[in-house]
């Protein structure tokens, strides 16, 4: 089980990135995906969820109305397109999956938010 996760850089508060996780190693359609951040100093956040089918997605609320959560299931790719950038999201991101008993993660991908 393999998470890569990308598209992270430096953007402007207003701007906006998207990200993407691609996955390998397992039946990515029959699974549950989470994006998390954390800044140091401080507990990795989930910000958004979305179900195995792609009918249900949660946000957290900081960044509910802002990020949308998405997935291609023939591609094994989830994306999180982030608009309406703030300093304050400024942090690693990750993709996440829970497969059995095992937790995966993706290795990370910075996103900076600076004028």
């Known amino acids: 089980v393999q998470l890569m996760a990308s598209g992270g850089g430096l953007v402007q508060p207003g701007g906006s990135l998207r990200l993407a996780c691609v996955a390998s190693?397992?039946?990515?359609?029959?699974?549950?995906i989470s994006w998390y951040r954390q800044v140091p100093g401080k507990e990795r956040e989930r910000i958004a969820f979305?179900?195995?089918?792609?009918?249900?997605?949660t946000y957290a609320d900081s960044v509910k109305g802002r990020f949308t959560i998405s997935r291609d299931n023939f591609k094994s790719i989830s994306y999180l397109q982030m608009n309406s950038l703030k300093p304050e999201d400024t942090a690693a991101y990750y993709c996440?999956?829970?497969?059995?008993?095992?937790?995966?993660w993706g290795q990370g991908t910075q996103v900076t938010v600076s004028s």
């Open positions: 979305i179900s195995d089918s792609g009918d249900r997605t």
């Open positions: 190693g397992f039946r990515f359609s029959r699974y549950d």
């Open positions: 996440r999956v829970v497969v059995g008993v095992m937790t995966t």
